[in-house]
């Protein structure tokens, strides 16, 4: 059979024109959506393919950089690298689990929209890599926290749980660190989804610009905390939410993925 | 990620990777630039956005995924089409779709120079029907639209569409790049969802 007359895969057909022609928002919120149905595709692959042909057509007598691009290209580079530098992977924590590592969390990867609302760029929340054995630590951390008698935010469940939620997150302004105690999140398989935290800062940011606090994985069930480390200040935050999302973390959210909301104790 | 890769000496802070990476695909960029865009200013414009969302996403990059270069020319052409299409113009072409359609490199020295999946590419992209090669170079390296290519050849657009779709999924299957899915969301389609 003659193999311009079988069907092409639509989303192969959408995936193919945005590596030789780009997307729109348009086209590109029907890839995503199409994605969602088919999460073994590789969203990359054919961009990929287009980069190689790229290579492969060009001539290797590439033309130098400009001396003064360069220079001042060197100049960021160096200024990023060491933001790099200074960055921390995250983990989440469970009271009675020792803690692994896990890779690339709140990096630049999850930093995030949510629901139409734009990050700031740059703005980044790291939840803590504990140290081995230091689960413990945290309990009493936490503890220590509540009876310096800092803003506590108790939550609720979230719309989209799949059963009660509850907890409280604890936030101290001048350390910039908090804790977040949750019970009745359910064990997520990291293959499949992460939870992903948001902060809400009243003085730095509206509801369209929530802070990406990176995402974690629930292990076991029952009572998890979760250290919580602000890299750039956030002022007064106003509410916590954590939402279910794609391993990872999202671009965009839905705010209807909520599964805990943490307002101030009033 | 491997270890010995640019971007990941320049996700863990090392900052003598920043120089090494500039003096290795400095050239590349800058020239798909110009190829793109086909203005200095507009071009360093973008070589700068480029690299610094290579800087900052450095971790992004899996080796086990493609080579460091391929994966550095997908963000390039990414943000480059991007970018063209916000500026809704293109360079003027001055050559004919005949001249447009031999590659401009077919020495021996620069295939040796490729990397493996480019030097794949290459020896594909012969191997495709001669239809489907012509109208990829036009979208590829001379960056045509479907639309374009349906004009300069005088195939029916559909017929464009197809080969185009066609020969890169064929492509694509013979460098053997159907991986499992990234863990990452793509970095250059945001679409915001109403709140």
Not at chain 1, 34 to 51: F, G
Not at chain 2, 105 to 118: G, Q
Request: with cysteine.
């Amino acid at each position: 059979m003659n193999e311009n007359k079988l069907p092409l895969d639509h989303l192969e057909a959408l995936l193919a024109d945005r590596a030789l022609q780009g997307a729109d928002p348009a086209e590109q919120a029907g890839i995503n959506c199409l994605l969602k149905q088919k999460p073994t595709q590789n969203s990359d692959a054919l961009d990929l393919t287009a980069a190689a042909l790229d290579m492969a057509l060009s001539s290797n007598q590439h033309e130098p950089l400009p001396a003064h691009l360069l220079s001042k290209l060197q100049s960021q580079g160096e200024a990023i690298v060491g933001e790099n530098k200074s960055r921390k992977v995250v983990e989440p924590v469970r009271m009675e689990q020792a803690p692994t590592p896990q890779p690339a969390l709140g990096s630049k990867k999850s930093l995030i929209q949510w629901a139409g609302w734009a990050v700031a760029a740059g703005v980044l929340i790291y939840i803590m890599l504990p140290k081995p054995g230091s689960v413990k630590s945290h309990e009493l951390a936490y503890q220590e926290m509540k009876d310096r008698g800092v803003v506590s935010y108790p939550g609720t469940t979230g719309p989209k749980a799949e059963g009660p939620v509850s907890g409280e997150i604890v936030w101290d302004d001048k350390t910039q660190t908090g804790y977040m105690k949750l019970q009745g999140l359910p064990v997520n398989d990291p293959a499949k989804s992460q939870f992903q935290l948001w902060i809400f800062d009243d003085r730095k940011f509206t509801e369209k610009t929530p802070v990406d606090g990176g995402v974690f994985d629930v292990k076991r069930n029952g009572e998890v905390i979760i250290p919580i480390k602000a890299n750039i200040k956030v002022s007064k935050p106003s509410l916590f939410a954590i939402t279910k999302e794609q391993p990872g973390g999202v671009m965009v959210s839905d705010r209807d993925k909520i599964v805990f909301v943490a307002k101030p104790k009033s | 990620m491997s270890i010995n890769s640019l971007l990941a000496r320049i996700a863990q802070g090392d900052q003598a990777a920043v120089q090494e990476c500039l003096a290795r695909y400095g050239g590349m960029v800058w020239s798909l630039a110009i190829r793109f865009l086909g203005n200095t200013a507009e071009a360093e414009d973008a070589v700068q956005d480029i690299f610094v969302e290579l800087w900052k996403n450095a971790d992004r990059y899996n080796s086990a995924l493609s080579s460091e270069s391929t994966y550095i020319t997908m963000v390039t052409r990414r943000r480059l089409i991007d970018r063209r299409r916000k500026l809704g113009r293109r360079p003027e072409l001055t050559t004919l779709p005949d001249a447009m359609a031999e590659p401009v490199s077919n020495s021996p020295v620069a295939r040796v120079e490729l990397v493996d999946e480019a030097a794949k590419a290459a020896t594909a992209l012969s191997e495709l029907r001669p239809e489907q090669q012509q109208v990829l170079r036009l979208a590829v390296y001379h960056g045509l639209t479907h639309e374009e290519i349906a004009r300069s050849t005088g195939l029916p657009l559909g017929t464009v569409k197809t080969h185009a779709r066609r020969g890169l999924l064929r492509l694509r299957e013979i460098l053997g790049l159907r991986q499992p899915a990234l863990s990452s969301p793509t970095p250059t389609l945001v679409g915001g969802l109403s709140p």
